[in-house]
């Protein structure tokens, strides 16, 4: 199982990224799949996930309707567009997959988003 993340990068504040999940070894419609993210010197924190077996969604507290994730299955990928970006939104985030949301045994290599005020 393959986990590739894209699509981070610098952004002002109030701008937008659209991070991608690319993966391979498993079809992301079987499974949950999450973003998760870490910033230097805090705990993980999970941002959304999708739960394609029952097509539910799920964000993190302090998205508050900023982030939206989709799955392509045709590209077997997901997607996390967020909007609205702040400077505590910086941080590595990560795409994780597995057969619940918040129980994932793959993990991505992350991709950088850094929001300048």
């Known amino acids: 199982v393959k986990l590739v993340e894209s699509g981070g990068g610098l952004v002002q504040a109030g701008g937008s990224l659209r991070l991608s999940c690319l993966a391979s070894?498993?079809?992301?419609?079987?499974?949950?799949i999450g973003w998760v993210r870490q910033a230097p010197g805090k705990e993980r924190e999970t941002v959304s996930c999708i739960s394609n077996s029952d097509g539910n969604t799920y964000y993190g507290d302090f998205v508050k309707g900023r982030f939206s994730i989709s799955t392509d299955n045709a590209e077997n990928t997901v997607y996390l567009q967020m909007n609205s970006l702040n400077p505590d939104d910086t941080a590595v985030y990560y795409c994780a997959a597995g057969l619940v949301c918040d129980n994932y045994p793959y993990w991505g290599q992350g991709t950088q988003v850094t929001v300048s005020s």
């Open positions: 070894g498993i079809t992301v419609d079987d499974y949950a």
